[in-house]
């Protein structure tokens, strides 16, 4: 099984500054990798596919990086709307699936 | 677009089984697969196991290997998810969604998308 590792747990950062969230696969996974937003009582929204292709619908703030093994997820400028928790997950060796145990990002 | 609508609540007691429905619409159903996910309170998401209705097949995570069952029935567009032997651990909230696109025949991954709106299960003697 692929372990998918998020970096750090929680991240607090200020509105209109930068969020950089780390994710790290226990092995390569090519760029098959994706993100997901989930706020409180919701669904996860998928944000990012493909390492670094943003979904529809998706404000051109998120950007997504990385292959193999070390991912990351930028948002530029945090909004107010962007506080929520983060989900990576691996979709290589599909149809089995693992999901990183999530980075809260938290207002400063 | 495919739309996923999940059956209601539920509450169970330990040792007994539960089955969530996942149904599909404004698409075509035997072109995606259907997985579920689950979340226990403030907890990170779980990937449980996904159907591929064009192939009928279903695979699990080793976890829930032997506990779950995931079914497709392609003339109502509906998704199932049984997990049996209940215990207050499995209390969540379960998702299915929509894992791979196999129009034509070809399956394609690109993340989970769309999601169902969740379906609370409680597990309480």
């Known amino acids: 099984e692929i372990v998918m590792t998020q970096s750090p747990a929680t991240l607090s950062v200020s509105p209109g500054e930068r969020a950089t969230l780390s994710c790290r696969a226990s092995?390569?996974?090519?760029?098959?990798l994706a993100w997901y937003q989930q706020k409180p009582g919701q669904a996860p929204r998928l944000l990012i596919y493909?390492?670094?292709t943003r979904a529809t619908g998706i404000p051109a703030r998120f950007s997504g990086s990385g292959s193999g093994t070390e991912f990351t997820l930028t948002i530029s400028s945090l909004q107010s709307e962007d506080f929520a928790v983060y989900y990576c997950?691996?979709?290589?060796?599909?149809?089995?699936?693992?999901f990183g145990q999530g980075t809260k990002l938290e207002i400063k | 677009q495919v739309q996923l609508v999940q059956s209601g609540a539920e509450v169970k007691k330990p040792g007994s089984s539960v089955k969530v429905s996942c149904k599909a619409s404004g698409g075509t159903f035997s072109s995606y697969a259907i997985s579920w996910v689950r979340q226990a309170p403030g907890q990170g998401l779980e990937w449980m196991g996904g159907i591929i209705p064009i192939f009928g097949t279903a695979n699990y995570a080793q976890k829930f290997q032997g506990r779950v069952t995931i079914t497709a029935d392609k003339s109502t567009s509906t998704a199932y998810m049984e997990l049996s032997s209940l215990r207050s651990e499995d209390t969540a909230v379960y998702y299915c969604?929509?894992?791979?696109?196999?129009?034509?025949?070809?399956?394609?991954?690109?993340?989970?998308?769309?999601w169902g709106q969740g379906t609370l299960v409680t597990v309480s003697s």
């Open positions: 493909g390492a670094s």
């Open positions: 092995q390569s996974v090519s760029s098959n």
């Open positions: 969604a929509s894992s791979l696109d196999c129009t034509g025949g070809v399956c394609r991954a690109a993340g989970f998308d769309p």
């Open positions: 997950q691996q979709y290589n060796n599909w149809p089995l699936y693992t």
